[in-house]
């Protein structure tokens, strides 16, 4: 029973090693994805909306999504309440306290370092030119693990559909202007073009955050000082301004810390298997003893019993 | 420790009886709705929604399923690596529910999957995107459901060699000894796959730290996953064995299933210690009764642990864990265990990253996933009646058909 | 009278007792008040109670009163004929120099206390006003004198209300409105550049008829007209509401007459009634109607202060602007579910504890036998 015992812990340990923690602070430098200045995004001010919706008609045009029915006091409405698979983006509004409120649009945020990309089976999710989060039909199972794993919930999936599809914000890459340059090459967002007040902007990063920055020290009396997505879940591409002492977790963006969502999970995965040297050792290890083992209980048996039938 | 009788031999006796039909029935319902989410989409059927995108077929089917199925492994590990050839008797049972559960995890996800005729992308290494888990779960899952039904091929062969039919004798005849080569390489495989991908069942929610609870989220949740599957194996295994002594003609040694329990119980004190202490080690215990609803999760995650506690007394007294009736408690509380902490993680403690969104699973979820068990228990007890697959088979001189009948 | 005579020139003297009724009636509409007080004010009129107006002009462009003698329901012959008696009006008076002065102080004098005073234009205060005389009096001096007897005033147009045009900065004249001057008595400011012409009928006629001021905002405007913002009632508002913009001025979305908002349209922040009240009868006929983005002249905060084609806070978003909240609801609870589900897990529960308990008295009969 002892030798068993000792054995058993030897497994556990096996497995402990395979499975052991990095130290949480290594784990970003060995990350994939890093912001590059030239990245493109946008930039959205709750404190210049003014709610009117023209980013949620328009981006239903560009990405020929169907009408959100929604049934308010027995009329019917094409009023998204939220993203779904026939909604990209949405304008909501949000009780920010003291009688007041805040718009806000929520659309994919093209994280630099996406979990959504980290977890998807083959690259139907992937970073795209520009640092966009693009989606590719062909490799999706529609397993929608991208939905367990993206910490905003952003990707939609098509419930009602036969032959469904992943649905999220790709920053209208479809509509980008080969012939410009600069950020409009890459891709070309409709909300953006038709904001009335640029409340939501398109840019490169490097552009946007110029923006913030200057916004910032034009009325700093205005602005929460943090711009959400600078570094937030190791950085977004889409990043937002709002006003004075209006927290973003009221809008719906979680506090999430500076490091990405893959980065200590896939470390402890990559640690794990590592030129799958763990599992290739374990299995060498396993056959051996099996193959001994085996061994060793014919030879008894043919003592014993004689050769079994 | 008494004599183990090596030799399996199928319990024979008609398949059709009116339980079986009742399983068909089960399946039949379960049959219906995958044809209806087939033409009319997942959320046809299914409560799903954009909150919540994995519902009970994911903790339930998939998850639970193979923790059942982990029966398999967890025996084989004790069997032929531990070298505890005592357990040999209930290694091919063990290896049949395994096939079955993981084959029915396996066809559970396809049913699932939004886009299932996309799967083609789990053989087809050059567009693997190895960063993920999932990837890791797809893969070494269908090897492993492959790896099973090679593991059960000798009983078949067996059965062969000594078959009416002259040419099932001759290939029987030809293969068995081969087979019996290999399958040294093959059980390491068979051992080595669900290690891998049962942590990796858990290692899928490393990734949301912010949307699993802090109850449940930890960097350790592969190990813990791993460790819980070896408590449902055992634990499966108990039952299985003690149900199919009590429905059909066979004996089972009572002694060497409640060391069996005893195995299960320390598995569990590991699993706790490693649980309870990650948790208090890493504040996320205070954490998560300073959050929201702190009430809800506690009481799952107390009822978690009460359950593990139970288990675990009930095992530690050797009086206890070697009276049938307790060790038949004690092992359904091990399952149930197990399927606890795969629910809790997997729904219980998810919180969608937009609150609003709720969740509790359809009728029709609910009536799949029961066809899904039936179709295992009815293909499992169709082969255990007409291979040889569990030993201590008691073989009467002239079975009569009605007495078994009666009894399945 | 002089006036009379210069309207006896436009060929409306001379009116039945019964066109006059309809005139009544029709002023009274046009202006929101009930039609009983058409006939009320009819009655008035015949009683020989006309309201005396007097009309002053500062630091202007006369273009208030320009918009009031375009408006033909009632037109302003009637108006001045039948349903006051405009006594003094620099613009619209035939007489002259003296002639003008001895109106005004007959006027004044004659029916002190109970004559209307209608300001037209901006108070210069700087260098003691030096920047607008009339008859060697500051505009100053000549509100003070004839405010005095007045039984009520009215500012009309932006300037008279809060400075208006003349008041842009730099502001070199130190235009304020006639409220900041007159201190002692309640003044009705009806801004708008020009004025929306029924906005004075309505207060001019409501006080003929009964002697009362409307209901007034604390900017001292008229409820009635400017309680709501111009985006509220803005024939463009669907285009808003869907987010069709024109982008500039000429572009499709401008020709298929979208929403003005993006090319610097300040109806949202504007308090007027010009989207229900259109100029002269004319239906169309504001600005946001020919494709002009509103100025929001009404608003002192807004008009010649705000640039012309920049964009505004919209004041209160209203329905059917519904907006989800951030959390938004999604899923279902099916009872019927939920109690298979009960049912199952009951079942497999209760079916372990019968096994188990079974099978320990199953033991336990063993035992005995055993033993």
Known sequence: MSFGRRTLLTGLAVAGAATALPAPAEASSTRKYHRKPDDVGMLYDTTLCVGCRACVTKCKEANNLPYDKTELDGAVYDAPER??????????????????????????????????????????????????????????????????????????????????????????????????TGALAVANPACCEVCPREAVIYGTVAELQEVAKRRMEESPEKYNSKVYGLDDGGGTQVMYMTAKGVEFGKLGLPELGHESMPATAEQVQHTTYKWFAAPTLLYGFLAFTI?????????????GHGEEK | MSAHEHVERPIGGPILTPGFYLLLGL??????????????????????NDGYPW???????????????????????????????????????????????????????????????????VMWPPVYQINSVLLEVAVCVTLYMAVLWVETVPAVLEQFTISEYPILRRIGMKYLPAMRKALPFIIALAILLPTMHQSSLGGLYMITPTKLHPFWHTYWIPLLFLMSCWTMGFGSVVLIEMITTWIWPRRTDVKLLSRLGKVAMWCLVAWTALRLGDLVVSGRLAKGFAMDRAGFYGFWFFLEIAVTLAAILIFSQKKLRENQGWLFGASCLVVFQGALYRFDTYLTGYMPARPGAVYFPSIWEITNSIGWAAIGIAVYVAMVKRFPLLSGVVVKKQPSAKRIAAAS | MSNESSLSESGAAGVSRRDFLKVCTIAAGAVGLPAWA??????????????????????????????????????????????????????????????????????????AGKYVLVVEGAIPTKLDGIYCRVAGKTAQESLAEVAKNAAAVVSIGSCASWGGMPSAEPNPTGAVGVDKILKTKPVVNLPGCPANPYNLLGTVLQFATFGTLPALDDLGRPKFAYARTIHEDCQRRPHFDAGRFAQKFGDEGHRNGYCLYKVGCKGPATHANCSINHFNEMVGAWPVGVGAPCFGCTEQAVGFRVPAYSTVDVERPTAPGTYPGIHAAQGVVSPLATGVAGLVGGALIGAGYVASKKLASKADEVDKSEG
């Open chain 1, 83 to 180: 993203l779904s698979g026939t909604t990209k983006n949405v304008i909501q509004v949000a009780d920010v306290g003291e009688g007041k409120w805040s718009f806000m649009k929520a659309q994919c945020m093209h994280c630099v370092d996406p979990a959504c990309v980290s977890v998807c089976m083959a690259h139907a999710l992937h970073k795209s030119a520009g640092g966009v989060v693009a989606y590719k039909p062909a490799t999706c199972v529609g397993c929608r693990y991208c939905q367990i794993g993206c910490p905003f919930d952003v990707p939609k999936f098509e419930w009602t559909k036969a032959l469904p599809l992943i649905v999220k914000c790709e920053l209208c890459r479809q509509r980008a202007k080969p012939e410009a």
């Open chain 1, 291 to 303: 193959y001994r083992n085996q061994k060793k209980e014919q030879a008894a048996a043919a003592h």
């Open chain 2, 27 to 48: 399946i039949a319902v379960a049959l219906v709705t995958v044809a209806v989410r087939l033409f009319l989409g997942l959320g046809a059927v299914t409560a799903l």
């Open chain 2, 55 to 121: 519902g009970i077929w994911k903790p339930l089917n998939v998850v639970t399923f193979t923790g059942v199925a982990a029966g398999a492994y967890a025996v084989g590990l004790l069997t032929y690596v531990f070298n505890k050839g005592e357990y040999h008797p209930f290694v091919r049972s063990g290896v049949m529910a395994g096939a079955m559960g993981y084959t029915l995890a396996g066809t559970s996800v396809v049913v699932d999957l939004g886009r299932w005729w996309n799967l083609w992308v």
């Open chain 3, 38 to 111: 058409g006939e009320q004010m009819a009655a008035n009129a015949a009683a020989g109670a006309k309201p005396s107006v007097i009309w002053l002009h500062f630091q202007e462009c006369t273009g208030c009163s320009e918009s009031l003698l375009r408006t033909s329901a009632p037109d302003v012959a009637e108006l001045i004929l039948d349903l006051i008696s405009l006594d003094y009006h620099e613009t619209l008076m035939v007489a002259a120099g003296y002639q003008a002065e001895e109106a005004l102080h007959k006027a004044m004098t004659e029916k």
